[in-house]
């Protein structure tokens, strides 16, 4: 059974941090590109970062490159684990945040993923 299950959401004030996770198990994920998407309060789903299935390439929405850090642990043979390191956090980067998996980092940035989490919600709070 695939899983991605997201944690690290919660409440945080303006200019702090948080670190999301997504333990993702039930396919050989290593080969696979992720990455993460968010949805605000009556907006569409955006993408916010993605990596390759090495982790050497990585892209990033404008609105968070130089603040959020993605990256991948491979290491274990049947879960894998991606990240979302986030400072210097916004009240606008308040949203509940989805992980995504796909074939290639391409189809990951543009949303054509195989899987999807069901998200963990962060608020920032001015």
């Known amino acids: 059974q695939v899983q991605l299950v997201e944690s690290g959401g919660g409440l945080v004030q303006a200019g702090g941090s948080l670190r999301l996770s997504c333990a993702a198990s039930g396919r050989t994920f290593s080969s696979y590109a992720m990455g993460w998407f968010r949805q605000a309060p009556g907006k569409e789903r955006e993408f916010v970062a993605a990596?390759?299935?090495?982790?050497?390439?990585?892209?990033?929405?404008d609105s968070v490159k130089g603040r959020f850090t993605i990256s991948r642990d491979n290491t274990k043979n049947t879960e894998y684990t991606q990240y979302l390191q986030m400072n210097s956090l916004k009240p606008e980067d308040t949203a509940v945040y989805y992980c995504a998996a796909g074939i290639t980092i391409v189809r990951v940035r543009a949303a054509a993923t195989d899987y999807w989490g069901k998200g963990t919600l962060v608020t920032v709070s001015s």
């Open positions: 990596i390759s299935s090495s982790g050497g390439t990585t892209y990033y929405a």
